[in-house]
């Protein structure tokens, strides 16, 4: 199967309206800023299904970025689809959100393949994008249609020819404007939460969520508008993909652990959630990938057009479980790095963070990349510990 969270997650500034947002940024004060538990409630119209928390409110206005604010998450579905993908992505949302906290607020559009369905989720996103003097509604449904870049016709077509080929893949990522004031997603089909592939396991799924709104989290602690210093802050790809990777399976994991998520049973399930197991595939598949595909790249050197055939994702994994295996520390990303990251850049924020510079952790990573498997496999027994995972 292939998954991939191909995206302008740099929440770019592109300005597609003529005139300024009438939803320019406000300070506004928030009481209770926490995401209490992870019910939902949805509402399904002709047009669309709509899922928001049970418990928390939406926003109305938005607040200055980066704020920590508990608003819900606003999930938007085709109508093709079963109400399972917009119920369980929702509450994949809302547990990420208490795992690390609900910055801003969000939309999360989920594209069936039903061209007719599909037609109604972009008149309802475009008139909201123009309501909101975000987007020209021409300028919308351009990007949307069939020319457009990480518009909903490219989503639809994942979720199509998927379908057709008999060969499960999938897409999600963070697409929106940094200007717009808000963290915008969208995604093709969540196969694992169908019946199209009833063998693909609809925890990958969940924890698909759980990868995306951590780019939220990265993002939201990146407060300048300027596309290429915000791509700079970022760091490389296996840093920014590999840590939001890394992240969501250990807030999966947490989520899991405490009840905070359970995983829905299909039919065919025969692999239920397992870290330890993730984490070894994870291996499997970079050493096979960087061995065959790669053999002189180096994770620093990787980017999106050359990633390693998708590798650099589970690099960056591994890399970070080798960076947070030398320290007693859990969560050094969220309550270390990215709190600092905007004021001392990429390169110094890693090295104050890690005492450690770039260019030393790579070298010490190409070592640690040909050990023996079950050498490497024994770092994990330190995340558990660190994190006191079961």
């Excluded at 926490?34 to 299904?49: A, R």
């Excluded at 909201?128 to 449904?141: G, S, T, V, W």
């Excluded at 970022?234 to 939001?244: H, K, Q, R």
Aim: proline share 4%; glycine share 6%; charged share 25%.
């Amino acid at each position: 199967m292939l998954l991939s969270c191909a995206s302008d997650d740099n929440e770019s500034n592109e300005n597609f309206s003529d005139s300024q947002s009438n939803n320019q940024s406000e300070e506004l004060i928030f009481s209770n800023t926490e995401i209490l538990n992870t019910d939902v409630k949805c509402e399904e119209f002709d047009t669309h299904v709509y899922c928001i928390s049970k418990s928390a409110q939406v926003a109305k206005k938005y607040p200055k970025w980066g704020t920590l604010t508990g608003y819900s998450p606003e999930v938007f579905c085709s109508t093709d689809l079963p109400l399972l993908v917009c119920t369980e992505t929702t509450k994949s949302l809302l547990a990420a959100m208490m795992e690390w906290g609900s910055y801003g607020n969000a939309e999360y559009w989920i594209i069936g393949s039903d061209k007719t369905a599909a037609k109604n989720l972009t008149d309802l996103n475009c008139q909201r994008r123009k309501e909101k003097d975000q987007m020209r509604l021409e300028d919308c449904e351009w990007k949307h249609g069939p020319n457009g870049d990480h518009g909903f016709e490219s989503y639809r077509l994942i979720g199509e020819e998927s379908i057709k080929t008999n060969q499960p893949s999938g897409s999600a990522g963070l697409n929106g404007d940094r200007g717009w004031g808000f963290h915008y997603f969208t995604s093709s089909i969540p196969i694992g939460l169908t019946d199209y592939f009833p063998y693909i396991e609809p925890w990958q799924e969940q924890k698909l969520a759980f990868h995306e709104y951590f780019h939220a989290f990265q993002h939201s602690f990146i407060e300048t508008e300027d596309y290429d210093i915000r791509d700079k802050l970022l760091g490389p790809v296996w840093f920014n993909e590999g840590g939001a990777e890394y992240m969501a399976h250990i807030g999966f994991k947490k989520s899991f652990d405490e009840g905070i998520l359970s995983t829905p049973i299909k039919e065919d399930t025969t692999n239920p959630y397992d870290f330890k197991e993730a984490m070894r595939n994870k291996l499997e598949y970079a050493k096979m990938s960087k061995k065959e595909v790669c053999p002189n790249l180096d994770i620093g050197d990787m980017s999106y057009q050359n990633d390693c055939n998708g590798a650099s994702y589970d690099l960056g994994t591994w890399a970070h479980i080798l960076l947070e295996s030398k320290t007693t520390m859990p969560n050094l990303l969220v309550d270390k790095f990215y709190p600092i990251l905007e004021e001392n850049g990429w390169e110094e924020a890693f090295n104050k963070t890690y005492g450690i510079s770039p260019k030393e952790f790579y070298s010490e990573f190409n070592q640690f990349i040909n050990q023996s498997t079950d050498d490497q496999l024994k770092l994990l027994d330190k995340i558990f510990e660190n994190y006191n995972l079961n």
